[in-house]
């Protein structure tokens, strides 16, 4: 099945400073690349993904890239905030039918 | 609003005793999932469905049961409920077959064993 490593497991920045968190997976088949941010108490939500097919995706300050040749895939976040403290989680999907979640980034931005 | 419901959202029950954790959503999705969570931890996928009548379990063994008998209903059963059971259950869905799979979660049920 496919295996899914995110690195580093906590990572703790200056407000204002930037963040990046990377995913490797297994699988060549993968399609589907999606983040999700979880703030303490409450539920994962998705804050942007990307799909095969294109390399990099931006959404204001935070962006994902993807490279396929070496299987990997990274959350970028600039300008970080107090309010981007949170649990990262990255998932890779295959159309086999299910993701899998990497273990979780605790990103803690320091004011 | 569509969204995603989980009751009891806090449950403290003792050893032996029977539970159902309940799941509804209103998102139209086909695939649903339960997840069990510790605090700030791992995501572990315990039972998935792909619509009705389909059941699989996930990567992490559980004691656990689940049924899908309606497309927007999800329940998850413990026949007798262990302090080891003690964690937070996340139920989940997506759409099946747009090549995504963005899922949506509920708020969680805080599950404590006495």
């Known amino acids: 099945g496919e295996n899914v490593e995110q690195h580093p497991s906590t990572l703790s920045v200056q407000e204002g400073d930037s963040a990046v968190i990377k995913c490797t997976y297994s699988?060549?088949?993968?399609?589907?690349f999606p983040w999700y941010k979880q703030e303490l108490g409450k539920r994962p939500q998705l804050i942007i993904d990307i799909r095969s097919n294109v390399g990099e995706k931006k959404d204001q300050r935070i962006a994902v890239t993807l490279n396929k040749t070496a299987k990997h895939f990274s959350l970028h976040i600039t300008e970080t905030q107090p309010e981007d403290s949170a649990v990262y989680f990255c998932?890779?999907?295959?159309?086999?039918?299910?993701?899998?979640f990497g273990d979780g980034t605790t990103l803690t931005v320091k004011p | 609003e569509a969204d995603i419901y989980q009751t009891p959202r806090y449950l403290v029950i003792g050893t032996g005793k029977k539970i159902t954790l309940e799941c509804s959503q209103t998102m139209g999705h086909d695939k649903m999932y339960w997840y069990q969570q510790d605090p700030g931890m791992e995501l572990h996928l315990i039972h998935y469905s792909y619509g009705v009548n389909s059941t699989e379990k996930g990567d992490l063994s559980s004691e656990s049961t689940v049924s899908r008998i309606r497309t927007e209903h999800f329940p998850l059963t413990l026949e007798s409920a262990r302090p080891s059971h003690t964690s937070q259950y996340l139920c989940?869905?997506?759409?099946?077959?747009?090549?995504?799979?963005?899922?949506?979660f509920g708020p969680g049920t805080r599950l404590t064993v006495l």
């Open positions: 989940a869905s997506s759409e099946y077959g747009d090549g995504t799979d963005t899922q949506y």
């Open positions: 699988d060549s088949a993968s399609n589907y």
């Open positions: 998932a890779v999907y295959t159309n086999a039918g299910k993701s899998t």
